[in-house]
């Protein structure tokens, strides 16, 4: 390996390990049956779908949808655990708020998923919860039962539309950030096939 080769390397991976680290992005989409539908067209027991994509560098959700309602920037974003609970020993709350006093429109809407243990997570962190692997056999479908919901109602309180589905399905992907020492090996094979 020549100087010139050697110098680039360490230049690389100095420059890598300088850069901030890039935010995680969770990307959440989960399924349900309807259990509650009011001024909707959802029948009960209808499937419905959801999705939700968290940014771990601002702590704020990127969007938050169930069932075509969507959050409007800005909102309230919340992903928490809370433990200690009298069945269920931990349970994990993402939602998003939305309300006039924000001043985004004349409505309040609320985005929410509610996930329930049957026993123990093993994290008391909500976003790494979400990577768990097979984390809908741990959850409680039954006794308090996971579930998501969509609330909209007026400035006012009224004209309420409320969607709410028992959980049947939960999915995160958490896409790799890119890296600079991800470059050094084809940077390397460049410098020594150069020199052959």
Do not use: C, H, W
């Amino acid at each position: 390996m020549t100087k010139l080769s050697t110098l680039l390397l360490v230049g690389l991976v100095v420059t890598a390990a300088a850069l901030p680290a890039k935010a995680a992005i969770y990307s959440t989409s989960f399924t349900g049956n309807v259990t509650n539908s009011t001024n909707t067209t959802n029948a009960v027991g209808s499937t419905i779908t959801g999705s939700f994509t968290y940014s771990s560098d601002t702590s704020q959700y990127l969007n938050f949808s169930i069932d075509g309602f969507s959050a409007t920037q800005p909102f309230i974003s919340v992903a928490t655990t809370i433990t200690g609970g009298a069945i269920n020993p931990i349970s994990a709350f993402y939602a998003a708020n939305q309300s006039v006093t924000q001043g985004t429109g004349t409505t309040n809407r609320t985005f929410t998923l509610d996930l329930e243990a049957l026993t123990n997570f093993g994290t008391n962190n909500a976003l790494a919860l979400l990577t768990t692997p097979n984390l809908f056999s741990l959850l409680d479908t039954t006794t308090i039962g996971s579930d998501f919901s969509y609330v909209n109602s007026s400035a006012t309180g009224t004209g309420t539309t409320n969607l709410v589905a028992t959980l049947t399905s939960l999915s995160t992907t958490v896409p790799e950030p890119a890296s600079l020492a991800l470059l050094a090996a084809p940077v390397l094979g460049m410098v020594f096939r150069r020199r052959r």
